[in-house]
């Protein structure tokens, strides 16, 4: 019996070793399970992270490449822009409303041009342009980012200041208030200057609002800066169109004084012509670059007499026929002269038509009706009427009532009657307020 115990104790006790032993192993092997599901765990955070900055990344590449993207269509627009605008203040209004629409951090905006003493608002976007303008706004007071303590300097012709409204101290106690209600109240503001040279033009802003308390990233104000320098070239070849167009001009004047020189009676025509021709061309609705081609026009029409002599010119009586056709070749002249100029190619044909004829009886082609350019239509008119109101060599001026007379009753003959019907009001208002005055 106690044998038998014996050999059941042993057994259960084999059997408990067993067991114990089994669980230590899974409770071991457990343990490691464990072990290894952390560091699985670890491993898919680790991941995940990278995963998550790896999509910001490709975020911030895609943010970037469609700012690219954005900066490059209006870079294209403006320079379209540029190419058809003579006018800084068009431009650069347009250049800031771009600007705002593409730089994701802006919110407000403006511009300012600095001439002479003064400087003043082109555009603004949030901020009260009429009261900003209403302000007596001197160079002195202007807060020039190159010499102020409050810049973050950024890059060659891009400076960031905070808080700007609240650091014009420059402004007078007079006119800060105004001005400080004028303004949105910023954050931060990006600005960039137009220089011309070595002088300070103007500059534009960007803003973000105080309440975002956004800051521009670098890739925006790199961008900025872009567009910015568009509006700095389009500036400098401005005043360069402006000195090529003024010298031009002089050259004009000058070979028309000579030609008044040579031809005493004709002395103040061709301003006049030109002034007559601008203000019908302004009456039809002429743009802006098409009134500056009649008022040329007007001005260049009798260039071509400068080859005429002196004798015919000045001769008091009768035209002979043959001298009469020497006359006739004044617009063909004018016309091989302009038009060796590429810039004045449309002029020359003008001026070599001003003689035709609406029922086509006139000289060097006889063209009639819509065959002759608008514009030489319009010099017919302007320049008969001052040579009728004018002493030349063959006769004394028409009195002004004579004068509209004749130019009624050549209606549909010599003139288009259109442009008769809207020079005659122009000229009466003329003739009116020289009553008045006198």
């Given at each position: 019996?106690?044998?038998?115990?014996?050999?059941?104790?042993?057994?259960?006790?084999?059997?408990?070793?067993?067991?114990?032993?089994?669980?230590?192993?899974?409770?071991?092997?457990?343990?490691?399970?464990?072990?290894?599901?952390?560091?699985?765990i670890s491993k898919v955070d680790e991941l995940t992270v990278s995963s998550n900055e790896a999509e910001m990344e490709t975020q911030k590449l895609y943010t970037t490449v469609e700012l690219y993207e954005?900066?490059?269509?209006?870079?294209?627009?403006?320079?379209?822009?540029?190419?058809?605008?003579?006018?800084?203040?068009?431009?650069?209004?347009?250049?800031?409303?771009?600007?705002?629409?593409?730089?994701?951090?802006?919110?407000?905006?403006?511009?300012?041009?600095?001439?002479?003493?003064?400087?003043?608002?082109?555009?603004?976007?949030?901020?009260?342009?009429?009261?900003?303008?209403?302000?007596?706004?001197?160079?002195?007071?202007?807060?020039?980012?190159?010499?102020?303590?409050?810049?973050?300097?950024?890059?060659?012709?891009?400076?960031?200041?905070?808080?700007?409204?609240?650091?014009?101290?420059?402004?007078?106690?007079?006119?800060?208030?105004?001005?400080?209600?004028?303004?949105?109240?910023?954050?931060?503001?990006?600005?960039?200057?137009?220089?011309?040279?070595?002088?300070?033009?103007?500059?534009?802003?960007?803003?973000?609002?105080?309440?975002?308390?956004?800051?521009?990233?670098?890739?925006?104000?790199?961008?900025?800066?872009?567009?910015?320098?568009?509006?700095?070239?389009?500036?400098?070849?401005?005043?360069?169109?402006?000195?090529?167009?003024?010298?031009?001009?002089?050259?004009?004047?000058?070979?028309?004084?000579?030609?008044?020189?040579?031809?005493?009676?004709?002395?103040?025509?061709?301003?006049?012509?030109?002034?007559?021709?601008?203000?019908?061309?302004?009456?039809?609705?002429?743009?802006?670059?098409?009134?500056?081609?009649?008022?040329?026009?007007?001005?260049?029409?009798?260039?071509?007499?400068?080859?005429?002599?002196?004798?015919?010119?000045?001769?008091?009586?009768?035209?002979?026929?043959?001298?009469?056709?020497?006359?006739?070749?004044?617009?063909?002249?004018?016309?091989?002269?302009?038009?060796?100029?590429?810039?004045?190619?449309?002029?020359?044909?003008?001026?070599?038509?001003?003689?035709?004829?609406?029922?086509?009886?006139?000289?060097?082609?006889?063209?009639?009706?819509?065959?002759?350019?608008?514009?030489?239509?319009?010099?017919?008119?302007?320049?008969?009427?001052?040579?009728?109101?004018?002493?030349?060599?063959?006769?004394?001026?028409l009195d002004l009532n004579n004068a509209i007379n004749e130019m009624e009753k050549n209606k549909g003959k010599q003139f288009d009657p259109q442009i008769v019907e809207v020079f005659l009001p122009i000229?009466?208002?003329?003739?009116?307020?020289?009553?008045?005055?006198?």
């Amino acid at each position: 019996m106690f044998i038998a115990l014996t050999f059941v104790f042993l057994s259960l006790s084999i059997y408990l070793l067993v067991v114990i032993r089994s669980l230590k192993n899974k409770i071991k092997n457990n343990q490691a399970d464990k072990e290894e599901l952390k560091r699985l765990i670890s491993k898919v955070d680790e991941l995940t992270v990278s995963s998550n900055e790896a999509e910001m990344e490709t975020q911030k590449l895609y943010t970037t490449v469609e700012l690219y993207e954005n900066v490059i269509q209006a870079t294209s627009r403006l320079i379209e822009m540029a190419s058809q605008s003579d006018s800084d203040e068009t431009f650069l209004k347009k250049l800031l409303e771009e600007s705002v629409a593409i730089i994701p951090e802006a919110e407000y905006g403006s511009v300012v041009l600095i001439k002479d003493d003064e400087w003043r608002y082109v555009h603004t976007i949030g901020h009260d342009i009429a009261l900003l303008n209403s302000l007596e706004l001197k160079r002195e007071f202007f807060l020039d980012p190159r010499n102020s303590d409050d810049t973050m300097y950024f890059d060659s012709n891009v400076f960031v200041i905070d808080g700007i409204e609240r650091r014009n101290y420059k402004l007078p106690e007079d006119i800060f208030p105004k001005f400080y209600k004028a303004t949105k109240r910023t954050y931060q503001t990006a600005m960039m200057e137009i220089d011309i040279g070595d002088d300070l033009a103007g500059t534009i802003a960007l803003d973000t609002s105080q309440k975002s308390e956004t800051v521009f990233s670098n890739e925006s104000l790199k961008m900025f800066g872009a567009l910015g320098n568009i509006a700095a070239t389009f500036m400098v070849f401005q005043r360069l169109n402006q000195v090529h167009e003024e010298f031009q001009k002089e050259i004009i004047l000058s070979m028309i004084r000579m030609m008044e020189i040579h031809d005493e009676y004709t002395r103040g025509h061709s301003e006049m012509v030109a002034e007559l021709s601008q203000e019908i061309a302004k009456t039809v609705g002429y743009d802006e670059e098409a009134i500056k081609e009649v008022y040329w026009s007007g001005l260049v029409h009798d260039i071509g007499k400068i080859l005429i002599p002196a004798s015919i010119l000045d001769k008091p009586g009768k035209l002979s026929s043959s001298e009469f056709d020497i006359i006739k070749m004044h617009p063909v002249w004018g016309h091989e002269v302009l038009k060796q100029s590429k810039y004045l190619s449309n002029i020359a044909l003008n001026v070599r038509s001003h003689h035709e004829r609406y029922d086509g009886g006139g000289y060097p082609d006889a063209l009639k009706g819509d065959e002759i350019p608008p514009v030489s239509k319009i010099l017919s008119v302007a320049d008969t009427w001052d040579a009728m109101t004018r002493n030349r060599a063959y006769r004394k001026a028409l009195d002004l009532n004579n004068a509209i007379n004749e130019m009624e009753k050549n209606k549909g003959k010599q003139f288009d009657p259109q442009i008769v019907e809207v020079f005659l009001p122009i000229i009466k208002q003329k003739i009116s307020e020289r009553k008045a005055v006198d």
